[in-house]
């Protein structure tokens, strides 16, 4: 990883230098415009439209539009000359249960790692913050744009997310809120409950769920450079229209108990001889996780795997962002 930021972490009189990396990284596949007759690339110019010609780079400097049109420019030079106290520091504010700070204001996860010399402060600040069950919010601007923050304790290391101001945070403003609710009967709160019973975890194992969209975007891309035709992913199944809510619910309910079911019966069978650890261990994770890995490649997974089925050698992959 790459170092995008080096400051310090301000806790009271201590100062704890910091070099940050992003935590998160896009694995989206990047596509270029191109022009669909013969593949060449698309150009964008910068353009001046009062002078009617293309402008360079370093002639470019930032405008804000006035409700009237007009245009006040603001340069580098402006820019630079805005006091910002925490352009390099990374201020404690206070510190608070995490449970406090709703996850709608969380915006970009960072790694903090300790510069040469500041390990043992480092420690010092990780392990009383983890100690103390809460989390600091601080305060840090980076790429000058101020933002609140909080700092957190996730597998030894201090990690920082950017949270979002009071005012970006928009407040729902719809039509039913303001209705009379519908009057919702007893079973069909107790089905509901049911069917969130029946899908609960005790913990969530990302690991589980795949990108099946990415998958099939892959495979058609590498059918592309086989050369081989391409399949059209049939359509998703439809269930039939189910009218009555509560009919809905008891369908579901059944539906997550039977695929829990018969997801366990197989590794009971392939477990049960062996004995030890190894095969309780296989056997709790297979009742585990059973219902949701089999309903989650019941629909969007069928359309990848069909898509991935034409080509049948590799020569290069497609490269991931």
Same mark, same amino acid.
């Given at each position: 990883?790459?170092?995008?930021?080096?400051?310090?972490?301000?806790?009271?009189?201590?100062?704890?230098?910091?070099?940050?990396?992003?935590?998160?990284?896009?694995?989206?596949?990047?596509?270029?415009?191109?022009?669909?007759?013969?593949?060449?690339?698309?150009?964008?110019?910068?353009?001046?439209?009062?002078?009617?010609?293309?402008?360079?780079?370093?002639?470019?400097?930032?405008?804000?539009?006035?409700?009237?049109?007009?245009?006040?420019?603001?340069?580098?030079?402006?820019?630079?000359?805005?006091?910002?106290?925490?352009?390099?520091?990374?201020?404690?504010?206070?510190?608070?249960?995490?449970?406090?700070?709703?996850?709608?204001?969380?915006?970009?996860?960072?790694?903090?790692?300790?510069?040469?010399?500041?390990?043992?402060?480092?420690?010092?600040?990780?392990?009383?913050?983890?100690?103390?069950?809460?989390?600091?919010?601080?305060?840090?601007?980076?790429?000058?744009?101020?933002?609140?923050?909080?700092?957190?304790?996730?597998?030894?290391?201090?990690?920082?997310?950017?949270?979002?101001?009071?005012?970006?945070?928009?407040?729902?403003?719809?039509?039913?809120?303001?209705?009379?609710?519908?009057?919702?009967?007893?079973?069909?709160?107790?089905?509901?409950?049911?069917?969130?019973?029946?899908?609960?975890?005790?913990?969530?194992?990302?690991?589980?769920?795949?990108?099946?969209?990415?998958?099939?975007?892959?495979?058609?891309?590498?059918?592309?450079?086989?050369?081989?035709?391409?399949?059209?992913?049939?359509?998703?199944?439809?269930?039939?229209?189910?009218?009555?809510?509560?009919?809905?619910?008891?369908?579901?309910?059944?539906?997550?108990?039977?695929?829990?079911?018969?997801?366990?019966?197989?590794?009971?069978?392939?477990?049960? $001889? &062996?004995? =030890?650890? %190894?095969?309780?261990?296989?056997?709790?994770? /297979? @009742?585990?996780?059973? !219902?949701?890995?089999?309903?989650?490649?019941? $629909? &969007?997974? =069928?359309? %990848?795997?069909?898509?991935?089925?034409?080509? /049948? @050698?590799?020569?290069? !992959?497609?490269?991931?962002?």
């Amino acid at each position: 990883m790459r170092a995008m930021w080096k400051g310090a972490v301000s806790f009271g009189l201590v100062s704890i230098p910091i070099h940050l990396y992003a935590a998160t990284e896009s694995k989206n596949i990047n596509f270029r415009q191109v022009h669909e007759a013969d593949g060449g690339r698309i150009q964008y110019k910068r353009f001046c439209s009062a002078e009617d010609k293309e402008v360079p780079y370093a002639e470019i400097a930032k405008g804000y539009e006035l409700p009237d049109g007009g245009m006040v420019v603001l340069t580098s030079a402006d820019l630079e000359e805005i006091p910002l106290s925490t352009s390099k520091t990374i201020d404690v504010l206070e510190f608070v249960p995490l449970e406090a700070i709703d996850p709608i204001y969380y915006d970009r996860t960072y790694y903090l790692e300790p510069q040469k010399a500041a390990t043992k402060p480092y420690v010092l600040l990780r392990d009383a913050l983890h100690k103390s069950g809460q989390v600091a919010v601080v305060k840090v601007a980076i790429r000058q744009r101020e933002s609140l923050a909080l700092l957190r304790v996730v597998s030894d290391v201090l990690v920082m997310t950017t949270m979002l101001w009071p005012d970006e945070v928009r407040t729902p403003d719809f039509a039913f809120l303001q209705e009379e609710p519908p009057q919702v009967r007893s079973q069909e709160l107790t089905m509901a409950s049911s069917l969130i019973d029946s899908l609960s975890d005790t913990v969530f194992e990302p690991e589980k769920y795949e990108d099946t969209y990415r998958q099939a975007l892959e495979s058609l891309i590498q059918a592309k450079i086989e050369g081989d035709d391409t399949t059209t992913a049939p359509a998703a199944k439809h269930e039939a229209d189910v009218t009555d809510l509560l009919t809905a619910l008891q369908a579901s309910v059944s539906a997550a108990k039977k695929d829990r079911e018969s997801s366990a019966e197989p590794a009971k069978r392939a477990t049960g $001889g &062996s004995g =030890g650890a %190894a095969g309780r261990s296989t056997a709790s994770k /297979t @009742k585990g996780t059973g !219902s949701r890995s089999t309903t989650s490649k019941s $629909g &969007s997974d =069928g359309s %990848a795997k069909s898509a991935a089925k034409k080509p /049948t @050698k590799s020569r290069r !992959s497609p490269k991931s962002a």
